[in-house]
């Protein structure tokens, strides 16, 4: 039900900033908790930072202070704002919508948008 698409990614210097942006097609978007995830190359896919309808937001250690997740639920979108970047968050970053209607929740993904940080 839910279509997701990732945009912003692209190359950055060490210490240089992006803005992600994942827009969802679909309804009762605010009713989701939304999350980044992120592939680097050879390496499992890790959950980077999530944030539930009701706005509380939660990131793993290596990002915090440094990214910032925000959702706009009337525009259907979530960003990751990233700042000082480092070549460790090389990744393909993916959007995630998390439906905790169901038992298990249903999980639905973008196609990722990747992420070089590299002088």
């Known amino acids: 039900q839910v279509q997701l698409v990732e945009s912003g990614g692209g190359l950055v210097q060490p210490g240089g900033s992006l803005r992600l942006s994942c827009a969802a097609s679909?309804?009762?978007?605010?009713?989701?908790?939304m999350g980044w995830y992120r592939q680097a190359p050879g390496k499992q896919r890790e959950l980077v930072a999530t944030?539930?309808?009701?706005?509380?937001?939660d990131y793993i250690d290596s990002v915090r202070g440094r990214f910032t997740i925000s959702r706009d639920n009337a525009k259907d979108t979530v960003d990751l704002q990233m700042n000082n970047l480092k070549p460790e968050d090389t990744a393909v970053y993916y959007c995630?919508?998390?439906?905790?209607?169901?038992?298990?929740?249903?999980?639905?993904w973008g196609q990722g948008t990747q992420v070089t940080v590299s002088s």
């Open positions: 995630n919508a998390r439906n905790w209607y169901y038992s298990p929740p249903h999980d639905y």
């Open positions: 679909g309804r009762i978007f605010s009713m989701y908790t």
């Open positions: 944030i539930t309808s009701g706005g509380s937001t």
